[in-house]
C-alpha cells in the first residue's frame, strides 16, 4: 500500500510545485495533452472477467426490461481538472464542480456549474476559500447544502476542516463548520442518511502525526446551527478496515448505506460492505462484486430503472457498471464503456468526479487522471446516457 500511496502523493506534490513555480494561471491558455501511448501503466488489469466470487449477473432492470447500454451523446468543453470536488445538484439538475487542478497544476477556487439536461456549462465564480482537493462531499438532502470533509489545500497542507456549502441557483457560500475528530485527512468516505438526518463518514487516511484510529470508526456528522457535531456510530473494531477512496450510497430500499472499492494499508478492497438502518446499525461483507474497483466519484448513484447503483470506473478503465445488492450478496453487469469519438489518450480514468441525474438517466463525468504512471489530466468532460 505504501508505494501505490507514495505514488500517488508524489504527483499531487510535483504538481503543485510545478505551477506555483511558473506562477501563471494555465487554466485559461490553451492546453494540448501529450501522447500517453508509449507510456507505462499502473493500476491496470485488462481482464475485466476475472472475479473471486461472482453470483449471476444482473440480466434486467426493474421493469424485466433489458439493461440500457451507455451512450455517450457529447463531450462537454469546459474547464478539466484533477481531483476536483463534484456534488450533484438535484433540484437544479446539475454537477456543480468545485476547485481542482488544473492542468497547469495550480489549485483552482473557480467554481463552475455543467447541465445533466444538455450539458451547457455555467462559471459561478470563485470561493473566498481555498477549496481542497482528494476530499470527499455530501450533499443534505432536501438540497441547498453540501459538507466536504478534509483534503489537501493549496501549498500542500492537509486540513481536517469541515466546510459548509451552501447552494442557490447562482452562487454558492462556504463557511467552515467544525473539523474531522482524527485530524487532517484524505480520502475519507461521507454519505447523506435521510432517516438518520446524519452524513455518515468513514474511512480516510490520516496525515501527519494524526490518530490513525478514528478512520476505522463509522461517524454521524450533524449539523446543529453553526456548527458541526461528531457522534461515533460503530466502533471501529466493529466496522470495514480504514480505507481511502471508498465510495458508498444509500439503497432506498432497504436504507442500509453501502460501500465498495478503497485503499486499504494492504492494498485495494474488492469487498462490499454494507451498514444496516436503523437505531443499532451493524456492519455486514456482502458476497461478490469482486472485481469492480471503483475508481472515480465521490458516491454511489442509484439508478431506479436499473435498480441499482451506478459505477463508473472499474479496474482503470472508461467502464460503466450496475450493482444491485440482493440480501447477503450483491450482483454486477457491466452496461459498457463510454466512447468519445476523436478523443484516443489513456487506457481509463481515475479520480474523476461523476453524478448521475436519474430523471435524465444522464451521467456527468468530469475529467480525472489517465492510467499513466505519471498521471495526466483528461482533457474532457463527458455527458452519457443509460438509455
Given amino acids: 500500500m505504501g508505494s501505490v500511496r507514495g505514488w500517488t502523493l508524489s504527483v499531487v506534490l510535483n504538481v503543485c510545485a510545478c505551477g506555483a513555480r511558473s506562477g501563471i494561471d494555465r487554466e485559461a491558455l490553451d492546453w494540448t495533452p501529450w501522447d500517453a501511448g508509449a507510456e507505462s501503466v499502473v493500476n491496470l488489469d485488462a481482464s475485466v472477467d476475472r472475479v473471486l466470487d461472482r453470483p449471476a449477473r444482473i440480466e434486467a432492470g426493474c421493469d424485466g426490461e433489458a439493461l440500457a447500454a451507455p451512450r455517450t451523446l457529447q463531450v462537454v468543453r469546459g474547464p478539466t481538472r484533477l481531483y476536483p470536488v463534484v456534488l450533484h445538484d438535484p433540484t437544479r439538475r446539475r454537477a456543480l464542480v468545485l476547485g481542482g487542478l488544473p492542468s497547469g497544476g495550480m489549485f483552482s477556487r473557480a467554481v463552475y456549474a455543467v447541465s445533466s439536461t444538455d450539458g451547457a456549462v455555467r462559471a459561478m465564480g470563485e470561493s473566498p476559500v481555498d477549496l481542497a482537493i482528494s476530499a470527499h462531499a455530501a450533499w443534505i438532502e432536501p438540497g441547498r447544502t453540501a459538507l ?150 465521490d458516491a454511489l448513484e442509484w439508478d431506479p430503472v436499473g435498480c441499482g447503483f451506478v459505477v463508473v470506473g472499474g479496474r482503470c478503465a472508461d467502464q460503466v457498471w450496475l450493482l444491485r445488492p440482493e440480501g447477503a450478496g450483491v450482483r454486477e453487469a457491466l452496461l459498457g464503456a463510454m466512447r468519445v469519438e476523436g478523443v484516443t489518450r489513456g487506457l481509463g480514468r481515475e479520480s474523476a468526479g461523476v453524478v448521475f441525474d436519474p430523471a435524465q438517466r444522464a451521467l456527468m463525468v468530469i475529467a480525472g487522471s489517465d492510467c499513466t504512471v505519471n498521471g495526466g489530466t483528461i482533457a474532457t468532460n463527458v455527458r452519457v446516457e443509460l438509455r
Fill in 148 to 297: 466536504i470533509v478534509g483534503g489537501m489545500l493549496s501549498g500542500g497542507a492537509w486540513t481536517s476542516r469541515v466546510l459548509r456549502v451552501e447552494v442557490s441557483d447562482d452562487a454558492l457560500r462556504f463557511s467552515e463548520v467544525g473539523e474531522h475528530p482524527g485530524g487532517a485527512s484524505s480520502g475519507v468516505t461521507a454519505v447523506f442518511d435521510s432517516a438518520r438526518r446524519a452524513v455518515i463518514v468513514h474511512g480516510g487516511s490520516g496525515i501527519d502525526t494524526a490518530d490513525p484510529r478514528p478512520f476505522g470508526v463509522t461517524w454521524a456528522l450533524r449539523l446543529e446551527g453553526d456548527r458541526a457535531r461528531w457522534t461515533e456510530l460503530v466502533a471501529g473494531a466493529e466496522s470495514p478496515p480504514a480505507a481511502s477512496g471508498r465510495v458508498g450510497g444509500i439503497d432506498p430500499r432497504t436504507g442500509a448505506l453501502v460501500l465498495v472499492s478503497g485503499l486499504t494499508r494492504e492494498g485495494y478492497d474488492r469487498r462490499v460492505w454494507q451498514l444496516s438502518a436503523g437505531e443499532r446499525p451493524r456492519w455486514t461483507q456482502l458476497t461478490g462484486a469482486a472485481d469492480v474497483l471503483a475508481r472515480s466519484g
